[in-house]
């Protein structure tokens, strides 16, 4: 059992176990990089500091996915795309394979029974 402040972890706030999570990700991944912090709208003011705060001690990233639309928010992503930048729509690569070189559709391959259903001439 994971035991903070003589509890169990399971007892801490989710923003606990949020800092707590962090923390232990940086001591055991110091060349790590990059964190992603998922339900980062639990953090208050003082969560963001000790995560910007430890992401700059450790030379690291921190992202964090939060529900706002207000100036701290770097990238809003809306309906599934970022908000304000037109989706690109890719033109297909004419030398890729793994486009069809034609519109029709292949046939479908008959299924192998064995030889069990062969018809007699």
């Known amino acids: 059992m994971v035991v903070y402040k003589n509890l169990p972890f399971a007892q801490a706030s989710k923003s606990e176990k949020l800092r707590i999570s ?3 990700c940086c001591a055991m991944n110091p060349a790590l990089g990059v964190m992603l912090v998922h339900d980062g709208s639990l953090l ?3 969560g963001l500091k000790f995560l910007a705060d430890m992401a700059e001690e450790n030379g690291m ?3 964090v996915e939060r529900v706002g639309e207000g100036e701290e928010c ?3 992503i809306e309906d599934g795309h970022v908000k304000g930048v037109e989706p690109v729509e890719e033109e297909p690569d004419p030398e890729d394979p793994a ?3 034609d519109d029709e559709p292949e046939a479908p391959a008959e299924p192998d029974d064995g ?3 062969a018809e007699d001439d």
Do not use: N, T, Y
Request: charge should be negative; glycine fraction near 6%; avoid cysteine.
């Open 74 to 76: 770097s990238v809003i």
């Open 61 to 63: 990233q921190v992202w």
């Open 44 to 46: 208050d003011d003082d």
């Open 22 to 24: 962090a923390s232990i």
């Open 115 to 117: 030889g069990l259903f």
């Open 99 to 101: 486009e069809p070189e």
